[in-house]
């Protein structure tokens, strides 16, 4: 899948079909090793959805590889972070800045946790700069 029809918007837009995505969530599976979950395409599926502003699909798409980290794990971690920065491009797109503030909050903390500079081959201020993006956006 390229992209999706459209990015979903709680309350905006229509929901995607049920098991619409399941053939990229199902690229992973618990015990992959991080090196794999690195390629999986769920994890790059999900990186380029969130860097195209689908942040509802690529919270669905992480999901599964966040399930697949060792808990707890840098790699657990820093997974987690990005599906917080996909929550509050959700939110940013809902007109609901303070609630991208707060969940800014939760993915510094989980980037705090992390104690790497890169992890699965993102580098933790990519993912910051990820947050910031966001961040701009629900500003305007």
């Known amino acids: 899948m390229r992209h999706p029809p459209h ?3 709680p309350g905006r837009t229509a929901r995607h079909p049920e098991g619409a ?10 015990g992959v090793p ?7 395409d769920a994890f790059v599926t999900g ?3 969130l860097d195209e502003g689908f942040y509802w699909e690529a919270h669905e798409v992480l999901e599964p590889v966040w399930m697949a980290c060792p808990d707890p794990s840098p790699e657990r971690e820093a997974v987690q972070a ?8 959700v ?6 800045p303070r609630a991208v503030a707060r ?3 939760l993915v510094e903390d989980h980037l705090d946790r992390v104690g790497a500079d890169m992890v699965l081959g993102q580098s933790i201020e990519g993912i910051r700069a990820r947050l910031e993006r966001v961040r701009r956006n629900s500003a305007i």
């Open 34 to 40: 991080a090196e794999e979950l690195a390629v999986s």
């Open 47 to 49: 990186l380029r959805f």
């Open 7 to 9: 990015a979903y918007v």
């Open 91 to 96: 939110k940013a797109r809902m007109g609901r």
């Open 21 to 30: 995505f399941d053939p990229i969530r199902d690229s992973v599976a618990p």
């Open 82 to 89: 990005l599906i917080q920065v996909a929550n509050a491009g």
């Open 103 to 105: 969940i800014a909050a």
